[in-house]
């Protein structure tokens, strides 16, 4: 068990340093070294090094959640669970383009709403019922009227889904259009 730690850890740390060594942009950079580390919690100082200390890299994550809408969830941002300085991309995928651009204190104040479950009947998925054969893995946010039909990022338009349920909300939307 310990030597498999070791393995993984030095495994780890070459890629962050494989990544560290290219070309290209802080923000490719960090997104690249978070996908490859799907589900795994990350510090900020490993961040940090791989923007070869560069400020901006905080900045940058946060654009990745926020603006382009990755799953990357931190104490402050609605996993009470994670240490302070502690990263994770809880999913390899990026938020429907009308859920992203959401600020984190309504973020939090939606799923707080929401008890941190999925607002489905019937449902009510939860993270400590995170299991591997389950195909629920994380909970998101989804505007009830669009986005892009103009609806806000108002804690009464937000609701708490499963990506299971949220998948089939967007389907059935497509369906009603
Ligand atoms: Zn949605
Ligand atoms: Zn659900």
Redesign the pocket.
């Given at each position: 068990m310990r030597a498999d730690q070791d393995r993984q850890a030095a495994h780890r740390w070459n890629v962050l340093n494989e990544i560290r060594k290219k070309r290209g942009s802080v923000t490719d950079k960090l997104l690249e070294y978070f996908r490859k580390n799907v589900g795994q919690e990350i510090s900020g100082e490993e961040l940090k090094y791989l923007a070869k200390d560069k400020k901006e890299w905080a900045r940058r994550v946060r654009e990745l959640r926020t603006e382009q809408g990755w799953p990357i969830v931190t104490k402050n941002s609605g996993r009470d669970d994670l240490a302070v300085g502690v990263y994770v991309l809880e999913e390899d995928r990026q938020a429907f383009e009308h859920d992203r651009s959401i600020p984190d204190s309504i973020r939090v104040a939606v799923l707080q709403r929401d008890s941190f479950k999925?607002v489905?009947p019937n449902?009510g998925?939860h993270r400590a019922m995170l299991s591997p054969d389950d195909p629920?893995k994380m909970l998101e946010l989804h505007h009830i009227q669009h986005h892009r039909h103009r609806g806000e990022n108002a804690i009464d338009n937000l609701v708490t889904?499963?990506n299971?349920?949220h998948d089939e909300r967007h389907r059935n939307t497509r369906r009603a259009l």
């Open positions: 999925c489905e449902c998925w629920r889904l499963c299971v349920h």
